[in-house]
């Protein structure tokens, strides 16, 4: 049986469901990332997504495990700079990010504070620990990779070879500036 989890915006208007386990859930300390939350943490309405030591959690899961349910016409897309290769989606209803594309990534971001705190997924590790000045306020409870490992793409390599090489296209209709 393959279980679905339905997933919100911070308003409930935009609604999207992932199907079954992530590829790997993680906390990210990368300079883009927590750039890119600070930014969007700016937008009316809008809430920080970092955790106290400044990590973006998010679970990982292939494009071909998430729907889009209601109000895809709210989805805009924010770019750190134009040329930007990462994507991050928000729901423009209520300026909630809801996930973060990589350039030709099989597989989506989706941040963990989509998820109730009772069923939120639990990170399994932290990545880019290398990117911070000072490390020293980053919980020893999980490995604190300094950056990506090869175990790391191993775990989306595997999950690209199970679509079939596939990449599913997401479309999203408009622009957000912060």
Known sequence: MNETTSLACACGRTRLEVSGAPILVSECL????????????????????????????????????????ADAAQLAEFRLS?????????ATCCNTPLFLEMKGAHWLSVYSHLWPAATRP????????????????VPDDLPN?????????????????AMGLRNPKIEVGGKVDA
């Open 30 to 69: 990368c300079d883009s990332c927590r750039e890119a939350a600070d930014r969007l943490a700016t937008l009316p309405g809008a809430s920080s997504m970092l955790t106290p030591y400044r990590a973006t959690p998010s679970a990982e899961y292939r494009k071909d495990r998430i729907r889009i349910l």
């Open 82 to 90: 134009p040329g930007a290769g990462s994507r991050r989606v928000v």
């Open 122 to 137: 639990r990170p399994q590790l932290r990545t880019m620990v290398g990117d911070l000045a000072d490390a020293s306020r």
């Open 145 to 161: 990779l300094k950056t990506h490992t090869v175990r790391f793409y191993a775990k989306l390599f595997a999950a690209w070879v």
